[in-house]
Nanobody, 127 residues
Framework: QVQLVESGGGLVQAGGSLRLSCAASGRTFSTYAMGWFRQAPGKEREFVAAISWGGGSTSYTDSVKGRFTISRDNARNRVYLQMNSLKPEDTAVYYC????????????????????WGQGTQVTVSS
């Protein structure tokens, strides 16, 4: 069982930056692929970024490439999402998610591949 707690959301002007953090419980964090997803008002939850066990493999949705960076610190049981050049369309609740070790080392774009979810943190970008 893994518990995930996100933090770092808030209100920022367009062009600004935020760094989201996700703290995970458990002693085997390094064997969970991790992902970030977001859900805007009135829309379905969508994939944002994913990272492999060791952090060497990452993937992003096209709309955030070059602006967002996912990273992890396995010693601290944390995964991060650095968000730069924020746009109003980035406004959403952001969720981190963990995929069980049995599903392999690479993060997925598919929600169904993730087994544990945080409660979410609100990011609001004003124009």
């Amino acid at each position: 069982q893994v518990q995930l707690v996100e933090s770092g959301g808030g209100l920022v002007q367009a062009g600004g930056s935020l760094r989201l953090s996700c703290a995970a419980s458990g002693r085997t964090f390094s064997t969970y692929a991790m992902g970030w997803f977001r859900q805007a008002p009135g829309k379905e939850r969508e994939f944002v970024a994913a990272i492999s066990w060791g952090g060497g493999s990452t993937s992003y949705t096209d709309s955030v490439k070059g602006r967002f960076t996912i990273s992890r610190d396995n010693a601290r049981n944390r995964v991060y999402l650095q968000m730069n050049s924020l746009k109003p369309e980035d406004t959403a609740v952001y969720y981190c998610a963990a995929s069980q070790p049995s599903k392999g080392p690479y993060g997925s774009r598919l929600e169904a591949r993730y087994d544990y979810w945080g409660q979410g943190t609100q990011v609001t970008v004003s124009s």
